[in-house]
């Protein structure tokens, strides 16, 4: 056990023989779950709809023919709602040889909830990709990459093999489920975290809807395929596992599925880059990898004077006595 930091040079993975580096090309098909719930109301809203179907109706098919072509799996996080309203999109999926992974059953906000509520989001987003897809999936992504420190012992129960939300590594490697705290010192479980990084995300570069999301810019796709070069480059040389998180309504898009198949072109050309499922890298690390990570719990610190609240969206900060 370890609660040591992750620095460039000490993530603790050693691939497979032939590869250096590891990549993978993640889709999140949120359509329109995302969209209600943040307002359920959104769903009286014709054209926004429509914005966030282009995923399943039209941006998946055109996927799966560049990951075909490209001869690249990728791993798909499905809401369960999704897998409901398109079954015949996500059977596709499943046809075209990719990883079947879970995001939730209505992309619900994770944030301050129960672990009671959270385990039946979890149970009724398998029971939808089960019933959907004949899929049990071993992988996880939470809504919005917000997991809570008892996710992970949520996942342990049901059998997942890794999650995908956390943002503090390089490369993926094995954590406790319980965060280290009294309370959860006791299980002694654990699971792969594969991490992500929000400059690897095509929402912060193209996502845009008026009074919905986005700050207005639509990057130039030669733009964003320089970015994300350059972090695959950099991932590539130390030797760490570059994880891209698309959404079909937004990348799937004209240009900018054309760059994305330019960047999948100039990774898998990148000498012993690993261009694999979430679910190969996840079996890699767990049979290769000794090392448990423990996350430190975070707690307010408190100590004289201390005492800044958020209330009302405003910080208030007391007088120092
Ligand atoms: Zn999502």
Known sequence: MSTSA?????????????????????????????????????????????????????????????????EVRGTFFIPGFTAESYPDVVRQIVDGGHEIAHHGYLHEPMQGIDAAIEGSYLDRGLEALEKVAGVRPVG??????????????????????????LLDGDAPYRMSVAPGSPSGASDARDIVEIPVDWALDDW????????????????????????????????????????????????GRPS?????????????GMDGMWVTTLEQIAEHTKATVSEVHTHARIDVPTYPGAGARFKSGQVQVPALN
């Open 6 to 70: 992750f620095a460039d040079s000490q993530h603790p993975i050693t691939w497979p023989a032939g590869f250096t580096a590891a990549a993978s090309f993640t889709f999140d098909v949120d359509a329109e779950s995302c969209v209600i719930a943040h307002d359920p109301t959104s769903t009286r809203r014709m054209s926004l709809m429509s914005h966030q179907s282009y995923g399943p109706k039209v941006a998946v098919p055109r996927l799966l023919q560049i990951l075909a072509r490209q």
């Open 140 to 165: 996880y992504r939470a809504p919005w990459w917000e997991l809570n420190w008892h996710s992970p012992a949520l996942l342990a129960d049901r059998g997942f093999l890794y999650d995908s939300s």
């Open 204 to 251: 912060e570069q193209y996502a845009f809807y008026p009074g919905v999301t986005g700050s207005g810019v639509i990057e130039s796709p030669a733009k964003v395929l320089e970015m994300w070069t350059l972090e695959a480059e950099a991932h590539h040389s130390q030797e760490s596992c570059f994880v891209l998180t698309n959404h079909p309504f937004i990348s």
């Open 256 to 268: 900018k599925a054309v760059a994305l198949e330019q960047l999948i072109e100039r990774v898998k």
